[in-house]
């Protein structure tokens, strides 16, 4: 599939290569948020051709587009004056624009039936953006002003579209275009502020919040404890690391002292005082945890990545290289750092169980993607579903297996099963670490690895995730035990897999 190459285009930039070709799509009508329109007003004495004649974005604006960023990247080499230079960036701006918005209306579904590459919108934004900014200082006018907005808005960034604005309306105090692109900005920065408690949709002040994150948990510091040899870390974030080691996690040295370290008040009241809303939202999370359900309660949006069945504790790398999914990491590591795994069927259709999964690292590579590690956190039912700039977002809702009463015969019965499991576990492990050993193939070490920590088997709902991660299992399996509410039926299930009493059950035993 032919794609907007990201070399070609940002070498476009200096040098005025040509871009490669964006994968058309079928028009689609655009997702209301995070959509600016790039007005089509007419400017006296604007040159005709240019990409605001196109008012639909379609197949023929796609070509359109790559063909003006072409002309203009050729022109710029050959002009004399500012005014020219103004001109031709203001050109491609606006084709770079029309491209990132272009992307952003792609359907979900027909991403996931043929993977797109290439630019991603955040990417041609900010190149859209830098040719605005150029053709400003050049010469400035409200044309370039009013795509140094669009591009803004196209990034989320609504104050410094809101400047932009009013700087083109300074020199054009009539021009419909701005009036239009300063009506939507404040607009959105009304919704902005309705939704500032949305993990999703509030950035972090990430210059200033880094330096005061845990390196466990890599969220905000909250009720620090600060260990003798100086390094610091959330208090259940230290009790956490203590269950498996007296070493420090930063400098691993041996630390003699008790579990329990007494909050750090003077941070504290730092961080309190220099992020509060930081603060409060991360107050907010861990009372949630400590209640058993998920931030913001199930009225709280998920983004979510179609691939494949995953579980709770499973873990998991990812190369990221789709254009609306670099989107999407870009917004979750700007929030809670969490989306939703979902598989569709054969017509398209979402999966109705998912599950919530938590980026443990993110590493963004040169050319634009990213190399993450995930965990599976949690189960939810997609009580609603949407799409937003090429990606599906759901409404959760969370829930978890259906325990016996205390001290019944079912509660006897389901730790007698666990047991049993436990054992037959321990047995597969051992085959599986004797067929590993001197083996060059690295699978049966990675899907041990996958599976994560054991947890304890007095703990039916994790412990059967644990041995469900550590078998292999065919897709319709793995979804059956993700969508089951009871751990007793799950472990009778992963019993007969490893005794082998299942069609298609583990081989190896």
């Known amino acids: 599939m032919s794609s907007v190459s990201p070399d070609s285009t940002a070498r476009a930039m200096s040098t005025g290569e040509t871009t490669g070709r964006v994968s058309p799509a079928p028009e689609v009508a655009a997702c209301p948020t995070a959509t600016v329109e790039i007005s089509s007003t007419r400017r006296k004495g604007s040159p005709s051709g240019d990409v605001e004649d196109l008012e639909d ?46 992307l952003r209306g792609i359907p979900a579904a027909q991403s996931e039936r043929q993977q797109l590459s290439g630019l991603d919108p955040f990417h041609l934004a900010h190149l859209a953006l830098n040719d605005a900014c150029k053709a400003a200082e050049f010469a400035p006018s409200a044309r370039a002003y009013e795509l140094q907005g669009a591009a803004h808005l196209l990034l989320e960034a609504y104050r410094a579209a809101e400047s932009a604005f009013l700087a083109g309306l300074g020199i054009e105090p009539t021009d419909q275009a701005l009036i239009d692109g300063l009506k939507f900005t404040h607009k959105a920065i009304s919704e902005a502020d309705k939704a500032e408690g949305n993990p999703h949709k509030r950035p972090r002040v990430a210059e200033r919040v880094d330096e005061f994150e845990c390196i466990l948990c890599l969220k905000l510091l909250y009720q620090p404890v600060t260990t003798p040899c100086g390094h610091t870390f959330c208090r259940d974030c230290f009790l956490r690391a203590g269950d498996h080691s007296n070493k420090c996690p930063m400098c691993r040295t041996v630390l003699h002292v008790g579990r329990k370290l007494p909050i750090t008040i003077t941070l504290q009241n730092i961080i309190e005082k220099s992020f509060p809303e930081e603060y409060a939202l991360r107050k907010a999370e861990v009372a949630a945890q400590e209640q058993g359900h998920q931030p913001g309660g199930p009225e709280t949006p998920l983004p979510l990545f179609v691939m494949s069945c995953m579980m709770p504790g499973e873990k998991m790398e990812l190369n990221i290289f789709e254009p609306r999914y670099r989107l999407l990491v870009r917004r979750c590591m700007e929030g809670n750092r969490r989306f939703g795994m979902a598989t569709v069927n054969q017509r398209s259709q979402l999966s109705a169980v998912a599950c919530q999964c938590e980026i443990l690292e993110c590493l963004p590579l040169p050319d634009g993607r990213f190399y993450l590690e995930i965990e599976g956190k949690q189960r939810f039912k997609v009580v609603e579903c949407w799409e937003q700039d090429g990606y599906r977002v759901a409404r959760p809702e969370y829930f978890t297996d259906s325990l016996p009463p205390t001290a019944s015969e079912a509660q006897v019965s389901l730790h007698a099963l666990c047991q049993s499991v436990d054992q037959l576990a321990n047995v597969w492990l051992d085959k599986v670490r004797a067929i590993a050993v001197g083996n060059s193939h690295s699978r049966f070490a990675e899907l041990v690895a996958r599976a994560g920590d054991r947890p304890s088997s007095s703990d039916a709902e994790k412990f059967s995730f644990w041995v469900a991660n550590l078998i292999p299992l065919n897709p319709s399996d793995k979804y059956r035990l993700l969508s089951m509410t009871s751990s007793a039926d799950r472990l009778k299930f992963e019993h007969d897999m490893l005794r082998g009493g299942v069609p298609g059950g583990c081989c190896i035993m």
């Open 57 to 102: 974005l379609s197949e023929d604006t796609v070509v359109q587009c790559e063909r003006l960023i072409d002309q203009s990247s050729k022109a710029l080499k050959k002009c004399d004056s500012a005014e020219e230079q103004s001109t031709y960036l203001c050109k491609r701006s606006r084709a770079f624009a029309r491209l990132s918005k272009y």
